[in-house]
């Protein structure tokens, strides 16, 4: 079992339309989630973080986390063509003293296309 | 503020030689994270940097070592390269202690293509 999966693409949705991103987990230690944007050719750019369960909202992008399920999405509304681009879900386990230490572990990745 | 800054952009090297990849983290930070990553996949964790130490190491082999300055600039070598270390090399910053702190940042990569 691979420690990140996230939902096999590509995955293709009319523009205006929502577009809906899954991953799970399996290391139960993780305590931090982030989204990463990957265009073609470019390094992944954070797009959200998410530390506890419920939803979280930044403009068009809603992150949703349910630890007990050991899950996280993100959704993307009114999608538009600029929002095609591989989507990366990375978590991180916690650790005491608040501090930056520790790894990302990235899933594979969704290609996203959203087209007119 | 400066971002996360790599160098260089692109390299081509052939088997059995050895590179040098470099990273300045984003203004403010402290400790850097290097990540290789393959085409078609997610990001693969090397080793990341904080006080000029290494302090967490993913499963990579020992050709795979790295440095910290005391300006927090990192480097990334690899010694007798193999046809496989070709990929898109990220350096990510991250820190200090804050709201973002757990946050990592990437920088553009480096693309190292191994003849």
């Known amino acids: 079992q691979k420690e990140v999966e996230q939902n096999s693409g590509p995955l293709s949705v009319p523009e205006g339309a929502i577009a809906s991103l899954n991953c799970t987990y399996s290391?139960?230690?993780?305590?931090?989630f982030f989204w990463y944007r990957q265009y073609s050719g470019k390094s992944p750019e954070l797009i959200m973080s998410i530390y506890s369960n419920g939803d979280k909202e930044d403009g068009r992008f809603t992150a949703q986390l349910n630890k007990a399920s050991q899950y996280v999405s993100l959704l993307i509304r009114d999608s538009q063509p600029s929002d095609s681009a591989t989507y990366l879900c990375?978590?991180?386990?916690?650790?005491?003293?608040?501090?930056?230490?520790?790894?990302?572990?990235f899933g594979q990745g969704t290609i996203l296309t959203v087209h007119p | 503020d400066a971002g996360v800054t790599q160098s260089p952009t692109h390299l081509i090297k052939t088997r059995g030689q050895q590179v040098t990849l470099r990273c300045s983290p984003k203004?403010?930070?402290?400790?850097v994270s290097w990540y290789q990553q393959a085409l078609g996949q997610g990001p693969q964790f090397i080793f990341q940097?904080?006080?000029?130490?290494?302090?967490q190491r993913g499963n990579f082999p020992d050709r795979f070592s790295g440095h910290q300055f005391p300006n927090y600039s990192s480097e990334l070598n690899v010694n007798a390269l193999l046809l496989g270390d070709s990929a898109l090399y990220l350096c990510a910053s991250s820190g200090p202690r804050g709201a973002s702190y757990n946050e990592q940042f990437f920088g553009p990569g480096t693309r190292l293509t191994v003849l």
């Open positions: 290391d139960r230690g993780s305590q931090s």
């Open positions: 990375a978590v991180k386990r916690g650790n005491a003293g608040g501090t930056s230490y520790g790894k990302l572990t």
């Open positions: 203004s403010g930070h402290d400790t």
């Open positions: 940097y904080y006080e000029e130490e290494e302090r």
